[in-house]
């Protein structure tokens, strides 16, 4: 039975049936294509059997492997290597077929190549999940076949294997690497101008060329007979909270991804580079509940509790209730903190709504609200206007690009910080608003 459901017919002998039922055909007026025929149809069985045995003579003459790593980056392409071996005598040609997640929707999944004797060949695809979660793979199937290539013997290797998608660390590792070697203008990240002091006091040193004369200390100065200044350095372990709404606002996609996910990644970039600059991170996220929380903390491997964290978020994308978050802020979040809080507003009327328990939160924290431009809509707008319909439509998304601007004017009028950025440059713009905000010593 298993020899049965390993062996496969390969095209070609449905190439050559084809042409013996022509010569069939052709043979009922010309007589002498009869016995011809009759001679390709029993050597095609000759060699087919012969194929046959030498696919079959060795018991495992295929050794598959699929590699797969510990977790998926979300929205970021992973790597899938997989690795054959050919333990057969002869050069044997392969066709490749791994069952991927169904999440992916990919049903034509399909390598071919050949592997020489008591060789391996390597290869590896991209995936790119949209999704957090369980990704679970099927088989990996592996056809294998001589030169002739008239059977083919499946092989079956690694039944069921699952992989979690986790919030895209690769961006974030992308950005720690940044960070540390001081790149962050090559991406876009702006470097700030400072143009105050924080008040934490490091040392008193002497002036040296290029030292900010403003921060000369004149009596150290009479005392040591130089000139000699104050060092300052930026205040650190300030406590910083990415707030993440997860209602039905966060749901429009954009590129497969939904807004929520993209929040979700720049909440785990964004607080690598506050630990990574010795603040304290932390988060939580809302919808008509508070669902997830997690107290500020400067802890270095704090940032794999926060991974593990927006892993599990997760939103039936109900209204959001602000009066609730303002509340659990109040009671949970004692100390003056830099509050990031991820949101969308699609009209000035939805953002008034909730504009007075925005405005309580900026009272005692600092409050930046980030939130999306819609890029579908800037596609429309510069759209060429051909009939009376697109000028209608682009009139309408001109209304609703002009509603956001008004947004931004509307929250900085009361002195709430604000970020509107695109979806694909969310996690840049939110690193360069908390550098601005750590560079003019705002918190």
């Not at 008591?118 to 199937?141: A, C, H, I, M, Q």
């Not at 109900?318 to 507003?345: C, E, P, V, W």
């Not at 007075?356 to 510069?382: C, G, M, R, S, W």
């Not at 931004?408 to 905000?437: A, C, D, F, S, W």
Request: proline content about 3%; overall charge positive.
């Amino acid at each position: 039975m298993k020899f049965i459901k390993s062996l496969y017919l390969s095209p070609r002998v449905f190439y050559i049936l084809t042409l013996i039922s022509v010569l069939f055909l052709i043979s009922y007026w010309l007589k002498p294509l009869y016995p011809i025929a009759w001679l390709l149809v029993w050597g095609l069985i000759i060699i087919f059997l012969f194929d046959i045995v030498t696919l079959y003579t060795t018991k495992h003459g295929i050794d598959a492997t699929r590699i797969l790593p510990d977790k998926f980056s979300n929205s970021d392409f992973n790597a899938v290597p997989i690795r054959i071996k050919n333990k057969y005598r002869f050069t044997t040609h392969v066709e490749i077929i791994d069952e991927i997640p169904i999440q992916f929707q990919k049903r034509d999944f399909l390598k071919k190549g050949s592997i020489t004797p008591k060789s391996v060949l390597d290869f590896e695809y991209s995936l790119r999940p949209v999704k957090r979660g369980e990704y679970v793979f099927g088989n990996l199937y592996v056809y294998t076949m001589t030169r002739i290539q008239l059977a083919k013997r499946r092989y079956s290797f690694d039944s069921e294997a699952m992989v979690k998608v986790y919030p895209s660390f690769i961006q974030m590792k992308k950005y720690d690497f940044l960070a540390i070697d001081n790149k962050l203008t090559q991406i876009g990240l702006k470097k700030i101008r400072r143009i105050g002091h924080t008040m934490e006091f490091e040392q008193i040193k002497e002036y040296v060329i290029g030292d900010d004369v403003r921060t000369i200390n004149w009596k150290a100065t009479a005392k040591h007979g130089n000139l000699m200044i104050n060092q300052f350095q930026d205040e650190k372990s300030q406590p910083i909270y990415s707030v993440i709404d997860a209602s039905r606002v966060m749901k429009m996609p954009f590129d497969g991804l939904s807004l929520l996910d993209y929040a979700v990644n720049s909440t785990l970039a964004f607080s690598n580079i506050a630990l990574k600059k010795h603040d304290k991170v932390g988060m939580l996220s809302f919808s008509n509940t508070v669902k997830d929380f997690l107290p500020s903390s400067g802890k270095k491997t704090y940032i794999n509790s926060i991974s593990e964290t927006l892993y599990n978020v997760k939103t039936q994308f109900l209204d959001a209730d602000f009066g609730l978050l303002y509340a659990h802020i109040k009671r949970q979040i004692n100390h003056r903190s830099l509050l990031m809080l991820y949101t969308n507003f699609e009209h000035i009327s939805s953002l008034k709504r909730q504009l007075p328990y925005l405005q309580a939160l900026a009272k005692k924290h600092l409050l930046v609200v980030v939130f999306f431009q819609n890029t579908e809509l800037d596609h429309l707008i510069e759209q060429k206007a051909d009939d009376m319909q697109t000028i209608y439509d682009q009139t309408i998304a001109q209304q609703f690009a002009y509603d956001k601007k008004l947004m931004v004017k509307e929250l900085q009028k009361h002195g709430i910080q604000t970020v509107l950025t695109t979806p694909e440059n969310l996690t840049i713009n939110t690193i360069n608003k908390y550098l601005e905000i750590k560079a003019r010593g705002l918190l």
